[in-house]
């Protein structure tokens, strides 16, 4: 052990295991309480870790960070999330996942708040951590296992034990391979399963027995219990119970919200009629699942009986595979999406990246830039599940056409040529999750400006944009006009503020729909001890953001890269958005307004200055 | 006059997440008093369309033979 930082800073150990895999030393380190006040932990304090100690390295190595936040631990609801970071080999830049389940919990059990994998493994190992302690194993048995398969034999290994695994798509180095816990909960985006891949890490292993303490348990008890109110009161998060994440998908449909037919139909009620929550909750549902101590409880567990696309009991999909699989598809075969649903998470891949890749090839085999030949004679065609359900096997194992499309879209595009870039559906090479810009003009916006390309969780723009939630006395409207682009700069500003930090704790994106604007600091200091209030909330949000913004920049990141791919700039002829595109250069404008960024793209100087704690990154872009 | 509501996301009561009616309502009645009728006037977080355009102003008269679609407001991720 060394540069143990001691306080009375809660919530967090401030013990981070380091492990170099290619000598299999381990240390712990901790880092100045200022800096998980600063940076709140999660992504905020993997960035903070990734600037200090790799950004300047000369050996090129790209860790793997995986880090709770200062809430998982405790029994506040929506915390029992954990984050992976590193620099993303399907974008190129910052990259990085939250995931629920029961990970997380039993990672801060261990007294420690993350682990950096560094280095790659000579053989596949997984590793196991008990306590503060950690051995590396042989995974030689396991490697080339499923997901599902990979925990089963853990979890019966190390009993009461937790584990986070990567399929055969991270093994194979497909970039958008994910990390599994609990079977249904993944660290889905950005191909964090890659990295872990690519160190000969099969899987990480968790017990322990520590309990994460609060800073002041009176404060604490009383807000979780308003906020169990809070949830208890909220429509949304009743419908998002009892119909799962999907229980939006007949509302969107009404208002532009759903990608159709790889984003080029405005509305197909066929669609929601047979992929929506309410059809999906009749036909397949088993019973729903929690992540520890959430009492909404959106997860599916599902079934088919029978048929060619049967499928054991096991997790059904969420609204964006519904999406990704189904209506991106044009996909009316509820149980063929199921399955596609099974076989993604079984491989371990990020099903959003997926289904965009999959309807960009169908776009190319359409327009003659793929050809039948390059595929066994076969190919793909929107309606058509059986060859998606093979091409998904042979993604994850990089067969055939599978070896181009498990680069993701804009990779493949880029090997195409051709035009086919076009047909990519992507923001900084991540593709766009299924909520549609151009019926929600500010996602889109948010989707631009992300830090890990399009994103829809790190910011809270989807439930303002919608009205579903109304955040007081922060500068943000009750209802705004989806398909307006004027006036969204502000919005997403303030939005990413507020999302940012809850991002960082690591609050699920749900809970936060029914926590009010004072919860959320008064929730980090009844923790931390830190004395936030929502001023030095939304400083951290920012801080935060330009954080990653500034690595971005390092790699490369200019304005040109904060844009719409060409998709979302034609109209559809039909549906409640017909017509509509979203104005790129206006919000484009607004936004780097709001933000404090120069017209390169960078923040400027006093950005940097007023943000505080970011005087390296002003001498890392100037100078 | 005559017309068609399709209610979705509790609406009416926790145990009809979706509730379809044909209803009778006077001449002249406008979406708020529609709401009201159906007790679900002092939610704020809905979505009302008529046959399938979003309505933001409540004061519209209904017409006869209209499909009123109410849902609540959620999202999915």
Not at chain 1, 77 to 93: E, M, Y
Request: glycine share 12%; proline share 4%; net charge negative.
């Amino acid at each position: 052990m060394r540069d143990i930082k001691e306080g009375k800073m809660k919530g967090n150990w401030n013990r981070i295991l380091r492990l170099d895999l290619s000598t299999g030393i381990a240390v712990e380190f901790g880092l100045d309480e200022a800096v998980w006040r600063d940076f709140i932990g999660g992504s905020g304090v993997a960035a903070y870790i990734y600037k200090e100690q790799y950004l300047r390295r000369k050996d090129g190595e790209n860790p793997l960070i995986v880090l709770a936040g200062p809430l998982t631990g405790t029994t506040y609801p929506g915390s029992s999330r954990f984050a992976v970071c590193a620099r993303s080999p399907l974008t190129g830049i910052w990259g990085e996942g939250t995931c629920g389940g029961n990970f997380g919990p039993m990672l801060k059990n261990c007294g420690i708040d993350g682990i950096v994998l560094e280095g790659r493994a000579a053989k596949p190992v997984y590793l196991f951590v008990e306590n503060r302690s950690v051995k590396v194993l042989d995974a030689s048995d396991l490697w080339g296992k499923d997901t599902y398969e990979t925990i089963d034999i853990l979890e019966e290994r190390h009993k009461r034990a937790r584990v986070m695994t990567i399929g055969p798509a991270g093994e194979n180095g497909v970039k958008y391979a994910n990390i599994c816990n609990d079977k249904g909960d993944f660290i889905g985006r950005t191909g964090m399963g890659c990295v872990m891949g690519g160190k000969n890490v099969k899987a990480v292993v968790v017990l322990g027995t520590e309990r994460t303490e609060v800073a002041d348990k009176a404060a604490y008890d009383e807000l979780r219990k308003k906020l169990l109110e809070q949830i208890k009161a909220s429509t949304p998060a009743l419908s998002l119970h009892d119909m799962g994440t999907d229980a939006s998908m007949d509302l969107g449909m009404m208002t532009g919200d759903i990608p159709i037919r790889g984003w080029s139909l405005g509305e197909d009620f066929e669609m929601s009629a047979a992929l929506g929550g309410p059809t999906m909750t009749e036909k397949f549902l088993v019973k729903g699942k929690a992540c520890l101590y959430c009492p909404i409880a959106c997860r599916r567990v599902m079934k088919v009986d029978g048929g060619p696309y049967a499928m054991e009991e096991g997790p059904g999909p969420e609204y964006e595979t519904c999406c990704s699989l189904g209506t991106n598809l044009h996909n009316p075969v509820a149980e063929a999406t199921l399955k596609a649903n099974e076989l993604a998470n079984r491989f371990g891949m990020d099903t959003i990246t997926l289904g965009n890749t999959l309807s960009f090839a169908i776009d190319c085999f359409e327009n003659g830039l793929l050809k039948p030949e390059q595929n066994g004679g076969v190919a793909l065609k929107y309606r058509e599940m059986d060859p998606v359900l093979e091409m998904i096997g042979k993604i994850a194992r990089r067969e055939g056409l599978g070896d181009l499309l498990a680069e993701g879209s804009r990779g493949a595009a880029r090997k195409l040529g051709g035009g086919a870039e076009k047909y990519a559906v992507h923001v900084k090479g991540l593709e766009l999750p299924f909520h549609d810009p151009h019926g929600w003009t500010g996602l889109g916006l948010a989707y631009m400006m992300s830090t890990r390309g399009a994103c829809h969780l790190q910011h809270l723009v989807h439930p303002v944009e919608q009205g579903m939630v109304y955040y007081e006395g922060v500068g943000l409207q009750e209802n705004y006009e989806g398909q307006q682009s004027a006036g969204k700069g502000a919005m997403v500003k303030i939005a990413e503020d507020l999302g940012v930090p809850s991002n960082a704790m690591v609050i699920c994106q749900f809970v936060a729909w029914c926590m009010t604007v004072q919860d959320f600091p008064a929730i980090l200091k009844a923790v931390t001890g830190f004395d936030y209030d929502i001023q030095k909330y939304l400083k951290a949000g920012a801080r935060i953001w330009l954080i990653k913004r500034c690595l971005n920049n390092f790699w490369g990141v200019t304005e040109k890269d904060d844009t719409l791919p060409p998709k979302m700039l034609a109209p559809y002829k039909e549906g409640a958005a017909a017509g509509n595109v979203p104005d790129v250069d206006l919000m484009r404008r607004e936004y780097y307004e709001a933000r404090g960024l120069a017209a390169d793209g960078k923040p400027s100087p006093a950005t940097l200055d007023a943000a505080g704690g970011l005087e390296d990154m002003k001498k890392l872009l100037y100078g | 006059v005559k017309v068609s509501v399709h209610t979705t996301g509790y609406l009416l009561g926790r145990d009809q997440y979706r509730k379809n009616l044909e209803l009778e309502i006077a001449e002249g009645s406008t979406i708020r008093d529609l709401l009201s009728e159906l007790k679900i006037a002092e939610l704020a977080k809905i979505a009302v369309f008529i046959d399938r355009e979003r309505q933001k102003d409540l004061d519209r008269v209904l017409k006869a033979d209209s499909t009123v679609e109410i849902f609540t407001l959620v999202g999915g991720g």
